[in-house]
């Protein structure tokens, strides 16, 4: 119902909002981060650190500084493809939790195909034909989950999950035994060059997956709230059963929804190793797609409104990763941050959701 709910807020489009409402919508936005970051503090002083030096470093190293802003943005975008996929599958009443298994098979095809693919095509060709497999790889690890969904009703995030567990071991795999580059000691895949991944922009260290990702974004966005396939996808998110005394065919919608949300994480993977890392070593897994859920639920499943997020999370992460070396704080404790975000976040929803039923009754 929560995620119903929010696909509602976030498409309203160009109806005009009222002063309550818009006081109530920025409330239940920012009220959850206030109270992570203040909660957050008050354990860090527990623990016998500054809860404002940390946070400074963070601001230092994660916005204010040109070097560490470049990597905020780099960051950023294969948060916003997932972030994108799961805004498609969320409105359409979609819990696909699958996605970090997605991104990383997606990350394996990229990466196994582009050192040798570039020997025989140009750099670009190379780009778009490995970013088209990886996609085309997500959506195949979606299609299990998918077909139990639209054929037998079963839970989707029991089966999103379980392929997830499923796609992180079988990325090892192929990292180790198949795709493993035999001229290094570590297991990991051959290496792109530096000269043939994604482009720089401006004399940056920002490559031009930005871009790609701010693209996919602006379209999630206008597809889900500007046509007609998003406004079918909503109503069957809604209620199928609705949607099917309607006409719609539920069963087919619900592929598309996990085709589009699975391709574009799995661009996010492809994204991720053609602009940054070049190869894929094995276990190596930053474990966006979760991270990324309180984000688009802070967005309200707005598109636009993701961006704001997904920018002040890759703060939170570049900036952490600094504070923590400097401070003694381990690494994840950005991810207690993101712990009580999503606690706040629950809590907020609830009461909201009773003050809604009393006004009502």
Known sequence: RGANRASDDGGKGGMTAQPGEVVSSVSRVLVPIVLALVVGGLILLALGKDPLAYYDYV?????????????????????????????????????????????LLAAVAAAALAPLLITSLPSWLTIVICCAVSI????????????????YGLNEIVTTLMMTFLGISFANVLVKLPFDDP???????????????LGRLFDTTIHSGIIIALLAVFAVHFV????????????VGANPRAAKHAGMSVGRLTYATFALSAGLA???GAVEILGVWGTMRADWNPAYGLLVVPLV???????????????FFAILMIGGESASRRLG?????????????LIFLA???????????????
Do not use: C
């Open 266 to 268: 799995g661009l996010g």
């Open 59 to 103: 601001l230092q190293r994660g916005l204010f500084s040109w070097s560490g802003f470049q990597q905020t943005v780099i960051r950023s975008a294969p948060l916003l493809l997932i972030a994108s996929g799961l805004i498609v599958a969320f409105r359409a009443g979609i819990w696909n939790l699958g996605v970090d298994g997605q991104f």
């Open 183 to 197: 001229d290094n000691s570590v297991p990991q895949t051959m290496t792109l060059p530096v000269a043939d991944r």
């Open 297 to 311: 639920f802070l967005a309200r499943f707005n598109g636009i409104a993701v961006i704001g997020f997904t920018l």
């Open 329 to 341: 704080v381990p690494n994840f404790y950005v991810l207690v941050l993101v712990a009580l975000l």
């Open 136 to 151: 085309l790889v997500a959506m195949a690890w979606s299609l299990v989950p998918a077909f139990l969904k639209a054929q």
């Open 347 to 361: 809590l907020v929803e609830y009461l909201d959701h009773i003050s809604r039923q009393r006004k009502k009754a």
């Open 224 to 235: 889900m709230t500007r046509t007609a396939f998003g406004l079918r996808l909503q109503i």
